[in-house]
Every structure is written in structure tokens, then in C-alpha cells.
Nanobody, 124 residues
């Protein structure tokens, strides 16, 4: 019903910044809550943050510590994850996910639609 494509990943030195994009097609993005998750090899996928369908509620996991900001541009069917002050522990594949129901969720099992991921590597 909705297709998601992440982009914007890459290699950055510690302390640098990246902006990830999640572009949606197939349905208006304004119908969906959107979450960002990340996963490193051999580890569980973990919640980074998420935003409600109208952008009025945005939540973050504690490890973000004010370094990341999620925003959305429903007119262009895009949600962004702005990451600053990156540290090597942020290295992971980052995914966006969409959920149509209720408030923004924090568990990966609560999201129905997923993108393919974009790799973020932070060097020391």
C-alpha cells in the first residue's frame, strides 16, 4: 500500500552530520506514522525515533541525547532524520517504517511497512 525508500547514508567522521531521507509512494504519507530504526550486524533492530502522521508528536530513544531530529514534509511525501554529533556507535543500517494506526510506535513489530535501509558508517 505504501513503498518506502531510504537514502542519505554514507561515511562520516565522528562529530559529523548526516541527513537521511525516507521517501514514500503509493499512498499519501500524511496517512502514516513513521519510525526510524537501526540495526548493526548481529544485533537486534532498535528504535531511533518516530513522528506522528501530522508531525505534531515526535519521540526519540534515549541514546539520541538531543543529537537527532526527525521532521516530515507531507507535501513531498518525505520524512527526514537529521543526525549531528555522530559517534562510532551510531554505525548501522538505518530503516524507516510506516504504521497507519494510532499514535507513533516504538517497537519494530508495530510497523507494517519498511524500506530497504541505508548504511551509516561513523569513523573514529
Amino acid at each position: 500500500q505504501v513503498q518506502l525508500v531510504e537514502s542519505g547514508g554514507g561515511l562520516v567522521q565522528a562529530g559529523g552530520s548526516l541527513r537521511l531521507s525516507c521517501a514514500a509512494s503509493g499512498r499519501p504519507f500524511s496517512d502514516y506514522n513513521v519510525g526510524w530504526f537501526r540495526q548493526s550486524p548481529g544485533q537486534e533492530r532498535e528504535f531511533v525515533g518516530g513522528t506522528s502522521w501530522n508531525g505534531l508528536r515526535t519521540i526519540y530513544e534515549h541514546f539520541v541525547e538531543g543529537r537527532f531530529t526527525i521532521s516530515r514534509d507531507n507535501a513531498n511525501n518525505t520524512v527526514y532524520l537529521q543526525m549531528s554529533n555522530l559517534i562510532p556507535e551510531d554505525t548501522a543500517t538505518y530503516y524507516c517504517a510506516a504504521d497507519r494506526w494510532g499514535v507513533v510506535k516504538t517497537e519494530s513489530s508495530q510497523y507494517e511497512y519498511w524500506g530497504q535501509g541505508t548504511q551509516v558508517t561513523v569513523s573514529s
